[in-house]
């Protein structure tokens, strides 16, 4: 029906099961993976809806027809990839509460964890920032609720170290002000830079639960550098870019 709600294509795990019974190619998923990736960095630079199908297969090397094997049409895409990322932070959450950590410990390794998983994701973040609003109500539904799982999982692990937070209602909003320096970090950092994500992620930890003097300026160093290292303080020794979204809230 035109104007209607468009709903992401779910397929029930017998089928799944069925299809794959009747042979896929050993590359199948990783091809997916590639279209996604492709798919994601259009979409975060040209926008999903000045992006085509037909752009996509170029990107992956394919043809038009060969992508619609793996997804039906572009709005799959675009479903895909929020899902695909918010589905790996609740994967990285479950499995930090798994471990069974002391609380300090499991605060730390959510935070690390969740700055290296920015690394290799952050088209599919900008999409998730900037295109979520094209998805339809139940889609953009289930992809908030999973968003919400994350948000309650880190807030759960700031609590547990600080439980005088919650009390006074403070332990969702300081979870948010850590996504804050998270979710951002891709509108200046770059793969050139001096600082990666890697050892990035140390000095996010160090800097939301001890502040600015507990960060130790050795996480600054490359591996194998032992010359004094030092926690870059400018958008230059940052590598930082300066992109239209730097000003995002």
Known sequence: MPGAPRTAFIVHPAATALIMGRGRSAGYDDQRELILAKAAELFAHRGYHATSMSQVAD????????????????????????????????????????????????????????????????????????????????DRGRVTDIERQVVAGVAQAVAE??????????????????????????????????????????????????????????????SGDDSAGSVAVSAADCGAVNTPHAATP
């Open 59 to 138: 990107a992956c090397g394919c043809s038009k027809a060969g992508l619609y094997h793996y997804y039906r049409d572009k709005y799959a895409l675009l479903v895909s990839i929020a899902e695909g990322h918010v589905g790996r932070l609740q994967a990285l959450v479950d499995d930090v509460a798994a471990q069974k950590l002391p609380s300090g410990q499991r605060l730390r390794a959510l935070i690390e964890g969740l700055v290296r998983e920015y690394a290799d994701a952050q088209h599919a973040h900008r999409v998730l920032t900037e295109e979520v609003r094209f998805l339809s109500d139940l």
């Open 161 to 222: 170290v600080r439980p005088a937070l919650r009390e006074v209602k403070l332990d969702k909003p300081m979870t948010m002000l850590l996504f804050g320096m998270v979710n951002w970090l891709f509108t200046w950092m770059r793969p050139d830079g001096s600082i990666d994500h890697e050892r990035m992620a140390p000095i996010v930890a160090d800097l939301f639960i001890g502040g600015l003097s507990a960060v130790d300026p050795a996480h600054a160093r490359a």
